[in-house]
């Protein structure tokens, strides 16, 4: 099983639609928990943090769910520039020194 | 402004060449680190350092060397490149604890021929 499982899509949905991605993780002692985004060929970059009591950054909701091991990503109202692959990454240690990235979820944004 | 700096963008060399790709950042961060990145494998990370002098393996390490001599430099080394080391390499930065984000180069297209 990976440490890190995402379901590497691709979603395709309308502009203004709302999405929905999920992932999970094995390791129970997880400490850290980030939604990245990367557009084609460029670097992954930082979308937010998850934390436990869920958190919120304009069209974007994350929520994480310890007990079941699994945090979710939402975008309301999407725009078609959050066309893009998401990463889900976990951190192991209180320390920077394992971080383990999922394999992505690419999102393509119809007009 | 704060970045992580990679050289080169590109690369396109022969097998066995040595070669070296630069990393570096200007934030001070303690933690470095270089992942490859194939498709349908996601992100792997090669080394990672926790501050100067202090190194360690990742999930990947086998024909790769690095050294941390400097807190913002990270180069990493390929003393005799084959063809599976045909990658998108990226380094990262962080300010040491897991609850930061990281900081990405913009990456490294290496072509071994």
């Known amino acids: 099983r990976k440490e890190v499982e995402q379901d590497p899509g691709p979603f395709n949905v309308p502009e203004g639609a709302t999405v929905a991605f999920n992932c999970t993780y094995s390791?129970?002692?997880?400490?850290?928990f980030f939604w990245y985004r990367q557009d084609c060929r460029k670097e992954p970059k930082l979308l937010m943090s998850?934390?436990?009591s869920g958190n919120e950054d304009g069209r974007f909701t994350a929520q994480l769910n310890r007990a079941s091991q699994y945090i979710s990503l939402l975008i309301r109202d999407s725009k078609l520039s959050d066309s893009a692959t998401y990463l889900c990454v976990v951190t192991e240690y209180s320390s920077a020194s394992k971080i383990i990235f999922g394999s992505g979820t690419r999102l393509s944004i119809r007009p | 402004e704060a970045q992580v700096t990679q050289n080169p963008r590109y690369l396109i060399t022969v097998t066995g060449k040595k070669l070296t790709v630069t990393c570096s950042q200007n934030?001070?961060?303690?933690?470095m680190s270089w992942y490859r990145q194939d498709p349908g494998l996601g992100l792997r990370q090669i080394y990672y350092?926790?501050?100067?002098?202090?190194?360690d393996k990742g999930d990947v390490p086998e024909g790769y060397k690095v050294s941390r001599k400097e807190k913002r430099n990270f180069p990493l080394i390929l003393e005799s490149p084959s063809p599976n080391q045909t990658s998108l390499y990226f380094c990262?930065?962080?300010?040491?604890?897991?609850?930061?984000?990281?900081?990405f180069g913009s990456g490294t297209r290496l072509t071994v021929v």
């Open positions: 990262a930065s962080s300010p040491g604890q897991s609850y930061y984000g990281y900081t």
């Open positions: 934030m001070n961060h303690e933690y």
């Open positions: 350092s926790m501050n100067v002098e202090v190194t």
């Open positions: 998850v934390y436990s």
């Open positions: 390791n129970s002692a997880s400490q850290s």
